[in-house]
């Protein structure tokens, strides 16, 4: 989709045939949106499988930094256009190659019956030489998929009506609002219409976009070892307070200019600052953990259909903030500081959003994370009030690095200042945590 998308947007002679192009390339990009995640998450051991999922996201963020330089450079060039359009074909064929390495997901294959095949692949992946102890993990790891898969087959098949049912609703309101705020966050006004942007408030257009691009890339590869290390509820934290200050000093530093006039130089540079550490922000928090949780929650019985949904989501909302963005930035209606202003204010409510409905699913199984759900209520899945008594996001319980005991008897507080860490469980037999100060 991708080859053929791009082929035709590069050889266009008419506005219908850029169209075609990109609604053929759009297809492309959505179903690589919905699958690349889901397979990460399934292929991935637990231990870092935020990473893994992550580097999606860093990939999407160096495409977008080279796009950004290769506008530049051919910004001057009458055919400049073709030859940006058309470097996509490269990138696409280059894709087609490495996937032809790809295994099956072992969690597909358990699902289809092919367990012998899914082994194969867990030791392809999880075993670097001979151990015992490692075969021993693919066994268990092997046998987890296993039981969860022969529980799902004596349920009914997956329906589209069941992701709104009392078992999957608490699942599919946290990721449809994860990826809702994701978009809602502005990065793509950053993105998406930087050279008006930066052009209203007197800074140079090509430059500060391809600072943005630039500093988008470096951010993200903090992320992917971010993610496994801090734990993926609080890089959200982190990623929607730090974006929040950022626009509304960025907000306040516009105030005393009216949306027509001319912005001081200096006070110029230092929105451009507080934009650069927006993006920084985003980078970290938003852009690739939001795509971790929500490939993360869902059981695998309906994770397919969940995690379309949620992409579908995300995707409408970056449609809606395309369309709207130019009309918010017209004088007339909010203009620059105002549009940072509003983003401010939705970055706060994700904040919100995330302290009280988000789980922690760091170091977790895919097969575990479905018991946090499990007959639960807000209070336990987003263990808000562990993060509220934490005081500093270094404290909280995913700054540490955790044992998962298995099949413990229930145990029950948090104490603060202490080498352990346990949480009460009364749905299930998980187990303690214990943990040890970085």
């Not at 894709?95 to 294959?109: A, H, K, N, T, V």
């Not at 039981?147 to 608490?170: F, H, Q, S």
């Not at 309906?302 to 017209?330: G, H």
Request: hydrophobic share 45%; net charge neutral.
């Amino acid at each position: 989709m991708f080859v053929v998308g791009g082929t035709v947007q590069s050889a266009s002679v008419g506005i219908w045939m850029i169209l075609l192009g990109r609604v053929i390339a759009g297809v492309g990009v959505g179903v690589m949106s919905m699958v690349v995640p889901v397979y990460n998450a399934e292929v991935s051991p637990k231990d870092i499988r935020g990473r893994l999922v992550s580097l999606q996201q860093l990939s999407i963020t160096a495409g977008i930094m080279v796009s950004f330089l290769v506008n530049v450079g051919c910004a001057h060039f009458e055919i400049g256009w073709r030859i940006a359009l058309g470097l996509q074909c490269v990138f696409a064929i280059t894709l087609i190659l490495g996937m032809i390495l790809l295994p099956e997901s072992p969690r597909w294959l358990v699902k289809r019956g092919l367990d012998d095949e899914a082994q194969h692949v867990l030791q392809r992946l999880r075993i670097r030489g001979k151990s015992d102890t490692v075969s021993l993990v693919v066994t268990e790891e092997l046998r987890d998929i296993q039981d969860t898969v022969a529980k799902e087959r004596n349920m009914k098949p997956a329906t589209w009506a069941e992701l709104l049912g009392p078992k999957m609703r608490k699942r599919m309101f946290v990721g449809f609002f994860i990826q809702l705020f994701q978009q809602y966050t502005g990065m793509n006004v950053i993105m998406y219409y930087s050279t008006t942007l930066f052009g209203l408030i007197g800074v140079s257009e090509y430059v500060a976009t391809a600072l943005t691009g630039i500093i988008n890339f470096l951010a993200t590869i903090a992320a992917v070892y971010l993610v496994d290390y801090v734990g993926r509820k609080v890089l959200l934290l982190w990623g929607s307070l730090g974006m929040a200050i950022s626009v509304f000093m960025a907000a306040g530093l516009l105030s005393p200019f009216t949306c027509n006039g001319a912005v001081d130089k200096a006070i110029g540079y230092l929105v451009t600052f507080f934009v650069c550490l927006f993006v920084v922000n985003f980078a970290y928090g938003w852009g690739a953990t939001a795509w971790v949780v929500t490939s993360e929650i869902f059981p695998l019985r309906i994770r397919e259909k969940a995690v379309s949904v949620t992409t579908a989501a995300n995707w409408i909302s970056n449609f809606s903030v395309a369309m709207c963005t130019p009309i918010l930035l017209d004088c007339d209606v909010l203009g620059v500081k105002g549009t940072f202003f509003l983003m401010g204010v939705l970055l706060s409510l994700s904040y919100v959003f995330v302290l009280f409905t988000t789980p922690e699913t760091k170091g977790k199984s895919l097969e575990h994370i479905d018991e946090l759900f499990t007959g639960r209520s807000w209070s336990e899945i987003s263990e808000w009030k562990h993060y509220l008594k934490c005081g500093c996001p270094w404290r909280c319980p995913t700054w540490r690095t955790y044992k998962v005991v298995e099949h413990q008897p229930l145990v029950g507080n948090l104490s603060r200042g202490t080498s352990e860490c346990e949480f009460t469980d009364s749905s299930s037999t998980i187990g303690s945590l214990e943990s040890e100060n970085l």
